[in-house]
């Protein structure tokens, strides 16, 4: 397995730089994130983020940054599908949620990255379950082709939005969407943060749908989620899952480095993350 994290990019300081700093830290590779740019992002190297209205042209930029310091940017992240649910019964938005995948679709292609991770949608009082069901699966069959096409996987992660409750239900969508590159991205606290089991047994449930692994950790008396090994997850019981379905890609860190001492933080968290590996 290879490990990765977050870029969590300081406003104000040099990307090539942070990239620089996160490969010497011991990482394999890196995952970005895609924001919109009326979010006070004027320039990609602002905060870190891909510009949606410009991804091309960031994608560029970030991918040469990357490769110039020897990190595979091996997946990028889009927290615009919680503006824009594929869920929602506004079908102006779930447009707008499949122009947004497309466009991330290209930019991953530019980057090298070969995962897109998708927010599947959200239920509430004005979603109905059924209905968030059908309207997610239709919103990502117009771009599973796409996605064949450029070699993208478009990995599903299960998030704390009411939908998608058990790993039962969540390989049968994946399933039910009949493409190679429909998968899952785990994240391993979230299954515990959402209160939706242990993550142990959703990967053994998903067993080789789980295309990438975020990692964070949970604590149960603090009720969120912590740094990796300060927290409840039984890491050992994780490690042996994912080594029984033969999973031999990346584990991405999504944690929040402390707000001074980034140097150290990334140096900590890569050794801890080797030490998981090995567990």
């Not at 300081?10 to 990307?15: F, L, N, T």
């Not at 990028?76 to 707008?96: A, F, H, M, N, Q």
């Not at 998968?183 to 242990?198: H, S």
């Amino acid at each position: 397995m290879k490990i990765a994290t977050d870029l969590w990019h300081r406003r104000g300081y040099d990307i090539a730089g942070e990239l620089k700093l996160i490969k010497d830290a011991g990482f394999d590779g890196v995952e970005f994130t895609f924001s919109e740019a009326n979010e006070n992002t004027p320039v990609v190297s602002d905060r870190g983020y891909l510009r949606i209205e410009h991804a091309v042209d960031d994608a560029r930029l970030l991918h040469k940054a990357a490769v110039d310091v020897g990190l595979e940017v091996h997946s990028v992240r889009s927290g615009l599908l919680w503006r824009y649910p594929l869920t929602s019964p506004d079908p102006g938005i779930r447009e707008r949620a499949v122009e947004i995948i497309m466009r991330e679709l290209e930019a991953c292609s530019i980057l090298g990255a070969t995962a897109l991770l998708i927010v599947p949608g959200v239920v509430n009082e004005n979603i109905p379950y059924d209905e968030a069901y059908r309207l997610s699966q239709e919103s990502l069959r117009r771009v599973v082709r796409r996605a064949e096409d450029l070699g993208v996987t478009l990995a599903i992660e299960n998030v704390c939005s009411n939908f998608l409750l058990s790993p039962l239900e969540f390989a049968r969508f994946i399933d039910e969407l009949g493409s190679p590159v429909v998968g899952a991205y785990l994240d391993i606290g979230n299954v515990m943060d959402c209160r939706l089991g242990y993550p142990q047994h959703w990967v053994r449930v998903l067993g080789g749908r789980v295309k990438r692994v975020h990692i964070k950790d949970y604590s149960v008396s603090l009720r969120g989620i912590v740094d990796l090994f300060n927290g409840d997850v039984d890491w050992r019981a994780v490690m042996r899952e994912l080594r029984g379905i033969n999973y031999n890609g990346y584990l991405t860190a999504e944690l929040h480095p402390f707000n001074m001492a980034y140097e150290l933080y990334f140096r900590q968290l890569a050794e801890r993350m080797r030490m998981l590996i090995n567990l």
